[in-house]
């Protein structure tokens, strides 16, 4: 079965300060894997996609890594701010049949709060 | 703007009623997507949209039903059925045969009192 793990569940860091969050995913085959940011109340805005020959993608201050080998990703938020704090979700997609939308398949999140 | 517009924001049910959860996008996108979301658990496939006048069951499809009557609306009811409804739900949709483009609505959130 297809999985997306995300760690830490959540986690607390100071204003300013640097911070990585990790996916791990079993999703094959493999198309592409995306990081969003939700916001409380809010739906998910995308921040990266990167497929299979791409191992690093930036997006301001947020710089997402891919290892397609170990099936892992990173997504690194550089000096960090208040409006950080939201829950950043990591989503796989495999390479789809028929152009089936249940190829996607949705860590749980992990709780970000930047305290200042 | 281009966007995908849900309402209520904020919705509540009485016990046994069905309530009719709306989502509307001008992105001239051919499908459309309900999730669930719960507490420290990942977006759950409801429903999804493919044209217009078809839909599939997702993954937690009991207790809802949907339609697709044009290709800029997918509303979601949630009837009497579904015995643990309080949740968050969210709307997406993308270009047709891609995950490509997925773009979510801001979500309604409904409780049942």
Known sequence: KNQVEQSPQSLIILEGKNCTLQCNYT??????????????????????????????????????????????????????????SASYICVVSEVESGGGADGLTFGKGTHLIIQP | DGGITQSPKYLFRKEGQNVTLSCEQNLNHDAMY?????????????????????????????GYSVSREKKESFPLTVTSAQKNPTAFYLCASSIQGT???????????LTVV
């Open chain 2, 34 to 62: 309900w999730y669930r979301q719960d507490p420290g658990q990942g977006l759950r496939l409801i429903y999804y949209s493919q044209i217009v006048n078809d839909f599939q069951k997702g993954d937690i499809a009991e």
């Open chain 2, 99 to 109: 995950s490509y483009g997925y773009t979510f609505g801001s979500g309604t959130r």
């Open chain 1, 27 to 84: 999703v094959s085959p493999f198309s592409n894997l995306r990081w969003y940011k939700q916001d409380t109340g809010r739906g998910p805005v995308s921040l990266t996609i990167m497929t299979f020959s791409e191992n690093t993608k930036s997006n301001g201050r947020y710089t997402a890594t891919l290892d397609a080998d170990t099936k892992q990703s990173s997504l690194h938020i550089t000096a960090s701010q208040l409006s950080d």
